[in-house]
């Protein structure tokens, strides 16, 4: 490791909010898979790491019925993976987990992590997306809750101030006969980055929602397209209707060292196609 | 300081000069009590200070899984992991799977079995699988894929690790109950 860095592991909330206060510059330890990365070829230089896995909030994972899910920051992915009610209850989010990365990787990245990181293709964005998530700030001046559809910036950028840290987020709960999948296409099977990421949910009312990852500079929730298939039966015509229409809110770089946008393009109609498929073949049964 | 620091791919380890903090922690059923930079990477604090050269670097991104211990009973990129962070954490390296100098029976599949050829994954391969057996004494073929999904072999072309694992969960069922 080459950047310098004094490093610091408070056993509470408070403890880490007033050292985040006191010291501008501190970078928030989790899982550790991104930070460390950068920190290795000196593309962050941070003077203060602040390790958030000693404190009690972000070590909890609870579901309240009628209420929902909260997954605190240092909650692993593969505790997602490993959990059955989750996969019972927000199945395009289990769907997901097992998808980021290797498992090595999901030993320590964190579901929290995977979103302050902001990388436009966070696999965990869309189906946080499309469940309406909310994620719990905390800071020195008071707590404040920040729907997850609001709280990306840009390419790496969130809503987060320099003194504030996420708690965890909070995951409404669903009704029964909710359902979701989540398809990604990546270059390999296994261990790669995702060229679309595509979460698509049904709710019991058959409102259709969905969420689109790695094809803009943040992940993406479709408000306006689900406005517009609002009622509508899905049939094979409207799913090639959705196809051509989602182009219209993608906008893929040209350049990516992964896959040209025109393969984007392609692809995230395939898994549109491949997802409602699958959705409607899970209601059947 | 080395010249080599704004080196994008340095493999180097570099001496923060920051003040030292003590870490507490076992290492294949030892303690150990040392004062270290706080920048140091578990796997260098194993390789450089304990010496256990078994733990490979490969990319030093979480990428390959050459580095691959089990703390706490969880497989880990040591190279991802802060030593600081190992804090009182219970370490198994390579080094810790043989017992009395004889291999165990998973190292013994996979040297039946061929499961390498140059060598260099296969500690990390061998944690993974460690892991794996310890929390699914009877995987699928898929369950092995994806244990080791985050070991790269550019040799063997994974067949035969599989089989190794496959072999080494069976005798392990039938010698170890």
């Known amino acids: ?285 | 300081m080395c010249n080599h620091n704004r080196k994008k791919d340095c493999f180097e380890y570099v001496d923060s000069q920051l003040p030292r903090v003590p870490l507490e922690l076992v290492v294949n059923g030892e303690k150990v009590y040392e004062l270290i930079d706080p920048t140091m990477t578990l796997l260098d604090f194993l390789r450089n200070n304990l010496k256990l050269f078994g733990t490979k670097e490969g990319c030093g991104e979480g990428e390959c899984g050459a580095c691959t211990v089990i703390m706490n009973n969880k497989t880990v990129n040591s190279c991802l992991v802060l030593a600081v962070e190992a804090q009182e954490a219970d370490i198994l390296t390579i080094e810790g799977l043989s017992k009395g100098g004889e291999l165990s029976i998973l190292q013994q599949e996979f040297i039946k079995h061929d499961a390498l050829q140059c060598g260099f994954c296969t500690p990390g391969m061998l944690m993974s699988a460690r892991a794996l057996l310890d929390r699914n004494p009877d995987p699928t073929v898929e369950k092995i894929k994806e244990g080791i999904s985050g070991n790269f072999c550019r040799c063997t072309g994974y067949q035969s690790v599989i089989d190794a694992v496959l072999s080494a969960a069976k005798r392990e069922r039938e010698e170890l109950r």
């Not at chain 1, 056993?11 to 501190?26: D, G, H, I, V």
């Not at chain 1, 989790?30 to 070829?41: F, N, V």
């Not at chain 1, 803009?216 to 009622?231: A, C, D, F, I, Y």
């Open chain 1, 1 to 285: 490791m080459l950047s310098k860095f004094a490093y610091y592991k408070p056993e509470s909330l408070e403890e880490a909010l007033s050292y985040l206060e006191k010291n501008p510059r501190t970078r928030i330890l989790a899982g550790g898979t991104d930070i460390m990365l950068l920190l290795r070829r000196n593309v962050e230089i941070c003077e203060h790491l602040l390790n958030i896995k000693g404190i009690p909030e972000a070590n909890t994972m609870s579901y309240t019925p009628n209420e929902g899910l909260f997954i605190g920051a240092a909650i692993t992915v593969n505790e997602i993976c490993e959990d059955v009610g989750i996969r019972k209850r927000y199945p395009s989010l289990s769907g997901a987990a097992d998808n980021l990365a290797s498992y090595q990787i999901r030993n320590r990245a964190t579901v929290v992590g995977n979103i302050c990181n902001a990388s436009p293709g966070a696999d965990l964005a869309a189906p946080l997306l499309v469940y309406d998530a909310k994620v719990h700030i905390a800071s020195t001046e008071g707590n404040r809750i920040v729907e997850i559809n609001e709280f990306f910036a840009g390419v790496k950028k969130t809503v987060l101030k320099e003194n504030e840290i996420v708690t965890g987020v909070f995951i409404p709960d669903v009704e029964l006969g909710d359902n979701s999948v989540y398809l990604r296409k990546s270059r390999i099977k296994g261990h790669d980055l995702c060229n679309v990421g595509l979460a698509l949910r049904l709710t019991p009312e058959k409102r259709l929602l969905m969420a689109i990852a790695a094809v803009s500079t943040t992940p993406l929730r479709l408000t306006e397209l689900e406005k517009s298939v609002e009622g509508k039966e899905i049939t094979p015509e409207l799913a090639d209707w959705i196809v051509e229409e989602i182009k219209k809110y993608m906008n893929p770089r040209p350049n990516s060292v992964r896959s040209s946008a025109e393969y984007r393009y392609h692809i995230a109609g395939v898994l549109i196609k491949r997802g409602l498929k699958k959705l409607l073949e899970k209601e059947a049964n």
